[in-house]
């Protein structure tokens, strides 16, 4: 039997996953009919996430995602493992390079850049912590997607298919699959102007422990300083560092 507080806790938390780039503010009635409940169902939702500070009303009665979530995005960085004890490793490899450096997970589909140590000339990227980036473009979701199971591939696959023939992928599942497995192999990938045309990465794979792939480790640069570094020195360095990070989350 299906606990109806439960269920009805579901359906109240399920109003944050309306927020998106595409649309920040909502109102009762566009939730009430998105959401296919009653409009006094939407008020109630609104003032029992506007009381607890998720969310906050602004003008014309339209609400936008509230300052706790500021505060609990603070105590997930705390918390975040990988990030405690990367962060140091990341900033002497940043010393090192004077790339910036990113820490980037997958979240269900979701792909999301955790943690950026600046570098010495910071490059202009339009993804930050939070923000889902495209799942196939740019070297963190390669090393990622190379790494996990051949079952969470193909779900991947079967329902990302248009995606996956805009960034010119194989749409074929023996030549996608057999893509995302010489990545694994080579244990890098060098992104060159493929998520933004001005911006270079290379990305390894982050472990747990010596298991299974929880994330990525990328320097990120220009184009154009990256065309002037040696490659096959900077690749083991972001490696080193990335081994270094995974023995430490066992």
Excluded at 114 to 140: D, H, I, M, V
Excluded at 156 to 184: C, K, M, T, V
Excluded at 206 to 218: D, N, R, S, Y
Aim: include cysteine; charge should be neutral.
């Amino acid at each position: 039997m299906i606990d109806k507080s439960d269920s009805s806790l579901s359906r109240m938390l399920s109003v944050l996953d309306l927020f998106s780039d595409q649309r920040l503010h909502w109102n009762a009635e566009d939730i009430s009919e998105q959401l296919d409940v009653s409009l006094p169902t939407s008020y109630r939702y609104l003032k029992t996430l506007s009381d607890a500070g998720l969310l906050q009303r602004g003008a014309n009665a339209m609400f936008t995602l509230g300052p706790r979530i500021i505060v609990l995005d603070h105590y997930i960085r705390q918390a975040d493992p990988v990030l405690q004890c990367g962060i140091p490793l990341m900033k002497e490899l940043v010393l090192q390079t004077g790339f910036d450096c990113v820490v980037s997970s997958l979240r269900g589909d979701q792909l999301l850049d955790t943690y950026r140590e600046f570098g010495s000339t910071p490059a202009n990227l339009s993804y930050g912590r939070g923000r889902p980036r495209p799942l196939f473009k740019g070297g963190a979701p390669k090393v990622i997607l190379a790494g996990l199971p051949t079952t969470q591939l193909h779900k991947l696959f079967d329902s990302h298919l248009a995606e996956i023939a805009e960034a010119g992928l194989p749409i074929n599942w023996a030549d996608f699959r057999r893509y995302y497995s010489q990545i694994r192999k080579s244990g890098f990938y060098f992104s060159n102007g493929e998520l933004e045309t001005n911006l270079a990465a290379i990305a390894v794979p982050l472990h747990q422990g010596e298991g299974e792939v929880i994330g990525a480790l990328a320097l990120v640069t220009t184009v154009n300083r990256m065309a002037v570094i040696d490659q096959s020195k900077l690749t083991p360095l972001i490696q080193r560092v990335a081994s270094e990070i995974s023995a430490r989350l066992v």
